[in-house]
């Protein structure tokens, strides 16, 4: 009910009036092609006529959107709340003044830091740093991760002359032989550190110089889960002693492991999930060698899983060293453990350092999440979807397989590319936007205003395309 | 007189209540310390509060801004033109929507990119892609050097079967060795690869391990200029014949240097200018070698130095294949020739593309600054600067030498770091904020709205520090 309250003109059903891309899509294409690759674009979008889980294009289609800007629209199109942040004329000041976050920040920042992103803090961390995006994120994680393993190794000393000069020149010992570990198929972002960890296309790698940093496989489960829990549980044990075996190789040779970076669910790479006592081992063994576990939920974060962090699921006795987000935070980030701060100015330093005009619109969207139960109805949203997708590939064992997900965070495997995107590309001609993931899945990815009547009209348009195939 | 008209409220002078950081400040600070380093904070601002080339803090003190946020704020704060954009509503939906610029970007967005960012590209460039800030542009701008370097290579076809599978791996060939030369001294951002080329300080680089790339030096001219051309002429083909060795020297042993990064300005590291023949000359070396000059416009674009880019003073007889923006343009990018243009989708590719909510800010950024004349004044006032510079270097030579500047891009050096600290220091308790550079340089940075009696309000100031050192 309260969900629904924020968008009482939400339209009923997909209204489609041409092919998407319709003709209007098409020549804007071609027009933005004069400029940049414009390869990718599926559709150009009426952000205006654009509400809740409905998403207009310019030739006049209304399309239900479980893709949403992959996965990065929290609490749907044009929601009001976030709008009449926009009319407040406080918060213009901070659109039009942007500071240097670092040098010149906002009246009462730290308040707002707290009120927002410390309130929906992971348990046990306090502190957090804002960013702009998902890969500078990770980036400065690593950065994080490396000046904490270093000041171990120096036992707290500040660090030494010939380190300080030695960088400028990026030599060692002041550009030390430090690595982060990362899994097979994962996928990081696109900046340089963060593409050397991701793993999931080659399209994404190919012609870029790249770091070889240690790499450790991630599990790959056979589903229904309950049908193959030793072969699940064989997949754990086999790809945490690879990181081990890693940690431990990589150390003798003096390329130290400073941190281990790892999704929650390899989303990006085809919604690989790995158990929960998986996480928890990974954790020791990260301990063990005085690594950083550094837990990336930028796709994962802010509530899609039924809870806010996806790696609250897993019970740690700890919590992980750093928790990277974005997208659906609308701004970048991360939070760490306190043993991680950086005691001297200007070492984790950029010249905005995030964007306060964002974080007054995840004000809106955290306020909206809880007077709204919005993680709780993914939480029943999702059971249906998952329960609705189990359905199908009962019912259509040749095309899917391999249900799976937590709260709306759900995807289903098909029997072989063609077929995905086939299924993707047919049932977005009847009104439904969705996306794919790895080799052959698809990905839901809704927003979190997602109720059971859209998970309805998603599964019988389906099972329309099902039928068709 | 234009330039005037949009702030006839604007103060004719600082007012001073408290010391910097007044208490608010000092409270504020320590409640930030708590979640996040803060020491560099100067102090915190009013953004409500502020306008034009005044900065308010939170203690009631207002400040004449020759800093503006890291040389940040394009024409001054609550600019009433800004402020209206915010105020429309069908910009708000562009400000809550934010896009998967690359997969379903809002109607007619060539549009909107011919009519802002290639109206005022640089000669003989007309494509673009827009980023999040500098790092990421620079980080991009490296991928696309990288691209169009292994396709020559390749002689234009697509990678191999090989070089898809072996970059999965992070291994050659599809990882090849392949480099960037950046200059001692730079600044082009703090990401792995952009930290890389940076030379500017240690404590921006010191515990992250980073890219052994080529490094060339980047001349170091005394001033005046006139007195000490032989000099300064030895400055530059000493400089050239270093970037010509290393190139020859890294291609021969298989690190090809696919790109060149160079400022037109090394800002951060000092403000050390190159003279136009030098640029030219360097152009001529990367094209002998086949590699792409990418030219960082972060901190000198968008009309500072009296031309929308500096490189535009150069008169180079060809565009350089890449530059670089972000700062006053509000949202990062860079322009490419059109050689340069990526053939395959997802290659340059992530999950934002940039921020159209900065893009309708940059619209009206530029129509001001077309309107308004302000790269005209920004002549004009920076010769003034520049001038006043020049008069107090001669009456203070104990304490400053080589002014030097274009535009009101202007910096000056002191005897030694301790004096630039103080002056920096005792000036903002006089109610002007100005940033330092490199060891013991100041840098001016106003906005482009900054006119002859702001100079002269800053100057007096100025030699009021002088004269008590």
């Known amino acids: 009910m309260a969900v629904a309250s924020s968008f009482p003109n939400e339209p009923s059903a997909p209204a489609m009036k041409t092919s998407i891309p319709g003709p209007k899509s098409e020549s804007m294409r071609a027009e933005l092609s004069q400029i940049q690759n414009a390869e990718t674009v599926q559709f150009f979008a009426d952000y205006e006529k654009s509400i809740g889980n409905y998403i207009a294009d310019v030739d006049g ?20 709340d976030l709008l009449k942040i926009t009319q407040n004329k406080s918060n213009q000041t901070l659109f039009v003044n942007r500071p240097a976050l670092g040098v010149f920040p906002p009246s009462d920042y730290a308040k707002r830091i707290r009120e927002s992103l410390l309130s929906v803090a992971p348990q046990g961390m306090h502190n957090v740093m804002t960013m702009m995006c998902g890969s500078c994120s990770n980036e400065n994680a690593f950065k994080t991760a490396f000046i904490w393993y270093r000041t171990k190794q120096r036992e707290g000393k500040e660090p030494t002359q010939e380190e300080l000069e030695s960088c400028m020149e990026n030599k060692p010992p002041g550009s030390p032989p430090l690595t982060i570990l990362s899994f097979k198929g994962s996928f990081h972002g696109r900046t340089y550190a963060c593409l050397s960890t991701t793993h999931s296309k080659a399209i994404h790698k190919v012609d870029f110089p790249a770091l070889n940093w240690p790499k450790a496989s991630y599990p790959r489960y056979k589903y229904p889960l309950e049908e193959h829990s030793d072969f699940n549980a064989s997949e754990d044990r086999n790809c945490l002693a ?45 301990k063990k060698y005085g690594t950083a576990l550094i837990v990336d939920e930028v796709q994962t974060g802010c509530g899609v899983t039924g809870k806010m962090w996806a790696h609250s699921h897993w019970n740690l006795p700890q919590p992980p060293e750093i928790v990277t987000f974005s997208k659906k935070m609308l701004l970048g980030g991360y939070y760490y453990k306190s043993d991680l701060h950086v005691k ?39 059971a249906l979807l ?39 590309t047919q049932i977005r001609q009847r009104g439904v936007n969705l996306g794919g993931c790895g080799e052959q899945s698809i990905r839901f990815r809704p927003a979190l205003i997602f109720q059971p009547h859209h998970v309805e009209a998603i599964i019988s348009r389906f099972e329309d395309v099902l039928n068709s195939l």
């Open 386 to 424: 998952l329960g609705e997708l189990k359905r199908l590939e009962k019912k259509y064992p040749a095309f899917l397989n391999s249900a799976r997900g937590l709260g709306t965070f759900c995807a289903v495997t098909c029997c072989d590319v063609s077929t995905r995107n086939k299924i993707i």
């Open 242 to 286: 690879e990181v081990e075996n890693e940690i431990y190789t990589w150390n003798k040779k003096g390329c130290h492991v400073a941190g281990v970076i790892v999704e929650p669910v390899q989303a990006e790479g085809g919604d690989h999930w790995a158990s929960n006592s998986f996480f928890r081992n990974l954790q020791n063994i990260v």
């Open 61 to 80: 289609n209304l399309l239900l959107d479980a893709y949403t800007q992959i996965s990065s629209i929290p609490i749907g199109y044009n929601h009001p």
């Open 344 to 382: 001297q100015g200007y070492r984790i330093f950029d010249t905005w350092m995030g964007d306060p005009s964002k974080l007054v619109l995840l004000e809106g969207v955290l306020k909206a999440i809880k007077r709204d139960n919005l993680i709780e109805n993914t939480q029943n949203t999702g």
